[in-house]
């Protein structure tokens, strides 16, 4: 079910239950690389290395196009890892694929759209954050850190952009909008410096400059926003010499982003009241072990907690026991 979730919550839902289930999974038997060889309690029979092969990093987008084929995105390679924590990485990096794809879908003409939107991009961030945080980066070119670390930022831009256009549709004050949009550019600034890093742009490829383009086109966009803003909040105040100066600026970025775009952008100089800037969203965390995600453990009766609790005294004895040798063998060794 996890490698054909449906596009909606409902896929969400599965994604997170899945990921939280080989979670308890990976607590009960060693399956991977430097997987604990004293399987002392139930699990000896059990225990080995299986292959898990790429659940398709940013497979959402491609599901339709290339099936169920297992592939890295970028490099169109098979990638194979004899590690249980390369399925939940793959699990993971779906699900901020799908929460983007998600947070994308609609339109944004109405607050409650606004609201889900920045909903989705902001655990697309959580899902990307964890993953560059808990897991090896050597697994695909996918999960590299500078590759998650864009993504990360990119989620957040869009965050803040509901954000942005969540205050423009409530006539929030000038200078309040104009900080927001100012932390647009600011994630967006971020994925920027990520792009250009040459080891970014290396494992991209063709598609690097296209998505830089872009993101410089936003920059350029959501400054003049600023800009706009700040000329009207001088404006307000009277200080008619900073309003002409914000303006002008706002034009001409504007100007910049229209080149970049090669497309006619529509920009409302209207009456448009929209706070210099104001991080108002974040990545919503990754809990694999919430119950009301995951649901009850699946692999309770599989290896008791009673059988963890005797393996840690067991463990704790042994400990013990080595402490007190070695004391000994010092005591000699001094004698001698």
């Known amino acids: 079910n996890a490698v054909n979730v449906p596009r909606d919550f409902e896929g969400c839902s599965i994604l997170r239950k899945y990921f939280g289930q080989l979670h308890y999974l990976q607590s009960r038997i ?41 592939t890295e995105i970028f490099s169109g390679k098979a990638v194979t890892h004899e590690d249980i924590k390369y399925e939940q990485a793959c699990i993971l990096y779906n699900l901020g694929a799908l929460h983007s794809m998600l947070g994308a879908m609609d339109k944004r003409v109405s607050e409650e759209g606004m609201k889900v939107s920045c909903t989705h991009f902001q655990c697309a961030a959580g899902a990307f ?11 695909s070119v996918d999960m590299s850190h500078q590759i998650l670390s864009l993504n990360i930022n990119l989620m957040l831009g869009q965050a803040q952009e509901c954000l942005l256009e969540k205050s423009m549709l409530d006539n929030r004050k000038s200078f309040l909008v104009a900080r927001i949009s100012a932390q647009v550019v600011d994630y967006y600034k971020e994925a920027c ?12 490829g063709k598609i690097q400059k296209d998505w830089k383009k872009l993101v410089q086109m936003k920059i350029y966009y959501f400054a003049a926003v600023a800009h706009l803003h700040m000329g009207k909040q001088a404006e307000e105040q009277q200080k008619f010499g900073e309003r002409v100066v ?11 982003a229209i080149k970049l775009a090669k497309v006619r952008l529509v920009f409302c100089l209207g009456p448009l009241s929209l706070e210099c800037r104001a991080p108002l969203v974040k990545a919503l965390p990754v809990n694999p ?14 290896v008791p907690m009673a059988a963890h609790e005797a393996s840690s005294l067991y463990s704790e ?8 040798v070695m004391a000994k063998i010092e ?6």
Do not use: C
């Not at 690389?33 to 790429?54: N, S, W, Y």
């Not at 914000?246 to 910049?256: G, P, R």
């Not at 649901?295 to 009766?301: E, Q």
């Open 30 to 70: 060693p399956m991977g690389e430097g997987a604990a060889q004293d399987t002392r309690v139930v699990v000896r029979v059990l225990h080995g290395k299986l292959p898990f092969r790429v659940r398709g990093p940013a497979w959402v987008q491609r599901a339709e196009r290339a099936g169920r084929q297992k």
């Open 129 to 139: 954050t964890y993953l560059r945080d808990h897991f090896p980066h050597s697994y």
């Open 193 to 204: 410096r990520a792009l250009e890093n040459s080891d970014t742009a290396s494992l991209l």
């Open 246 to 256: 914000y303006f002008q600026s706002a034009l001409d970025k504007l100007n910049e």
């Open 289 to 302: 072990t919430d119950p009301a995600v995951t649901g009850p453990d699946i692999f309770a009766k599989l």
């Open 317 to 324: 004895e042994k400990a013990k026991l080595l402490r007190e």
């Open 331 to 336: 005591a000699k060794n001094e004698v001698l």
